[in-house]
């Protein structure tokens, strides 16, 4: 990115966030603490140009010498608010399983909160920062939050949300508006079967991981998995649309992936939600397999055996 200064104080504005053991279960890691800020400040700042300093439960962000920033500031652990988690509102197309959708307008009451987790996998796509607090976000619900989802006829809808939690988020409320479409999504699975909750789907790849051709294996994923048209349909979105579950593996040559909750493409759900979305959470294996360099292959020796063969052929004949 291109800023108008090189001051971090001035680039980096947002610089409240709950980082304390109760907010995020462990106490945050400097990575984690620098990845949070870049979401919530839409900067894209790496260890090679600041480092975050780590004392007592107080955390610092520091230009490096040398680089293209200067300056430092603190960051400060205190609550938010939920419009500063979900700054993005307008949700757009959120795909809802057919029976979730049924069952909510024979019994909006008592179907709210099933409704309401599927609603919030779709939030969480466009504000990545609420994936650091989803159990904070839970809690809130569970905890005397008020929840209240309108669709009319016409399938557009409104979901209210208002809560707070100790010391994690502020009373505060957010109202997000979406359009729903009765789920079609495709699941990354061989033929579009709907995978078991939990499933582990293995795929056997030609590839050669390299470290930086991810992409490449994605699509080579969804190609073997849902066919060659429809990977180079979304040929651009396989980048954000299969998540990283575990990295390469080098002594089992896999890599783990899994399809992004909330994506508009592939219908899939995350580990706590799934149960209340009817959307199964799964993982592909990926197993690579070098690809044969031929012109690294061994033609004397094949023609050796050729002529052999012949040979032994004519004796015989």
Do not use: C
Not at 93 to 103: E, G, R, T, W
Not at 169 to 176: A, E, I, L, M, P
Not at 272 to 291: G, V
């Amino acid at each position: 990115m291109d800023w108008t200064t090189n001051d971090l104080t001035k680039i980096i504005t947002l610089i409240s966030l709950p980082y304390s053991e109760e907010a995020v279960d462990k106490p945050a890691d400097p990575a984690r603490v620098l990845a949070v800020m870049n979401v919530l400040n839409g900067t894209n700042f790496t260890s090679d140009d600041v480092e975050v300093i780590v004392e007592d439960n107080n955390y610092k962000i520091i230009a490096k010498e040398g680089g293209n920033f200067t300056g430092e500031l603190e960051i400060i652990s205190e609550a938010v608010t939920f419009d500063q988690v979900y700054p993005v509102v307008n949700l757009g197309n959120v795909y809802l399983a057919s029976d979730i959708y049924n069952n909510w307008k024979k019994d909006p009451t008592g179907s709210t909160l099933i409704i309401a987790a599927a609603l919030m996998e779709f939030s969480g796509d466009p504000n990545r920062f609420s994936a650091f607090y989803s159990q904070a976000i839970m809690q809130a619900f569970m905890q005397g939050g008020i929840l209240d989802i309108n669709i009319d006829d016409q399938l557009n809808g409104t979901f209210y949300l208002s809560g707070s939690v100790p010391n994690i988020f502020n009373d505060s409320n957010v109202t997000f508006k979406f359009h729903v479409i009765l789920d079609h999504r495709k699941y990354l699975n061989y033929n579009n079967e709907k995978p078991k909750n939990m499933e582990q789907i293995k795929v056997t790849l030609n590839e050669t991981y390299t470290g930086n051709n991810l992409n490449d294996i994605r699509y080579a994923v969804v190609k073997q998995l849902l066919g060659q048209f429809f990977a180079e349909q979304y040929k651009d979105l396989w980048y954000d649309e299969l998540l990283v579950d575990k990295p390469y593996n080098t002594d089992k040559k896999e890599i783990v992936f899994r399809a992004k909750p909330g994506s508009k493409i592939l219908a899939s759900s995350d580990k706590m939600a799934s149960i209340l979305t009817k959307q199964p959470f799964y993982q592909i294996i990926a197993t690579l397999q070098e690809k044969i360099k031929w012109s690294n292959y061994d033609w004397k020796n094949v023609r050796l055996k050729l002529v052999l063969f012949k040979t032994i052929f004519l004796l015989f004949k």
